[in-house]
């Protein structure tokens, strides 16, 4: 996405928050998104196909499923009285297929919302994120899970 | 009709979004270290003040306020992780130990 479209997408979502689309409040929304795209690094994600916007909307919808399924586990877990007992954290080191910041950040962040699991780094090189697990019985299962499921959607949406 | 509708399914989501609040607080109390506290602030924390934006949302019936509501939302649904993968690195970068019934720890071996 450009700069000036991206200046544009903001510039519509302050006035949607503000709830005032008139044209002077549109250009203060332009204005402090221009200056706040001039503060960050200049590359952006590549421009998002129409095609594409399919597979993004069922990645979005996937994404809110699993925060409501993650919610509810941990909700369970939490809530009985032998927690400690089914408690078994601990980190792995998953190992990343994709490259990209826009698809190593969109895993990291699906991976905290998936049940059981939470994004803690990714390594140097960028070929490990570090997973905390709630409950680690079997870790190569855990890795083929992240692997079939949501790295394989990101990289759909992104190839 | 509709009104009394969208103001009763409201009213159940603001409930469960509260539930859902509370239960959080209650695992950041009982769990045992920082990472597993982190899973009940980022999931259970995030789906709670999530379902109250929502329940905004369906009784508002004033497009600004809707538009904000839902805008809130997204906001939350994509900060939320980040914030605790980033109080995690944090807390692993200062030495912080995970709970003695952490069975493997591969990140710390990786710093070694």
């Known amino acids: 996405m450009s700069r000036v479209a991206l200046a544009i997408v903001l510039a519509i979502i302050w006035a949607a928050i503000t709830g005032n689309f008139s044209a002077p409040n549109l250009l203060l929304g332009g204005s402090v998104a221009i200056l706040a795209l001039l503060l960050i690094r200049k590359e952006f994600a590549p421009p998002v196909y129409l095609q594409k916007i399919k597979r993004s909307i069922s990645l979005a919808g996937l994404f809110l499923y699993e925060l409501a399924l993650s919610a509810y586990r941990v909700s369970v877990l939490i809530l009985s009285p032998n927690m400690k007992s089914k408690l078994k954290p601990g980190i792995i080191a998953f190992p990343l297929s994709v490259t990209s910041d826009v698809e190593i950040t969109l895993l990291a962040n699906l991976i905290t919302l998936t049940p059981g699991t939470l994004s803690v780094d990714v390594s140097e090189d960028r070929k490990f994120l570090y997973v905390h697990a709630l409950s680690v019985p079997n870790k190569k299962a855990l890795i083929k899970e992240i692997a079939d499921g949501f790295e394989t959607k990101i990289i759909e949406v992104f190839k | ?112």
């Not at chain 2, 009763?8 to 990472?35: C, E, K, Q, T």
């Not at chain 2, 003040?49 to 929502?54: E, K, N, R």
């Not at chain 2, 600004?64 to 980040?82: D, E, K, N």
């Open chain 2, 1 to 112: 009709m509709i009104v009394e509708i969208a103001y009763y399914i409201g009213a159940i989501l603001l409930l469960i979004g509260a539930l859902f609040s509370v239960v959080a607080a209650i695992g950041i109390l009982r769990l045992p270290d920082l990472y597993t506290r982190m899973h009940a602030a980022s999931k259970t924390g995030t789906m709670g003040a999530g379902l109250t934006f929502v329940a905004i949302a369906v009784v508002a019936f004033d497009g600004p306020v809707i538009l904000r509501a839902l805008v809130g939302f997204i906001f939350l649904i994509l900060t939320a992780p980040v914030g605790a993968h980033l109080l995690a690195r944090a807390a692993c970068l200062a030495g912080y130990k995970p709970s003695e019934l952490t069975e493997i720890n591969e990140y710390e071996e990786s710093m070694k």
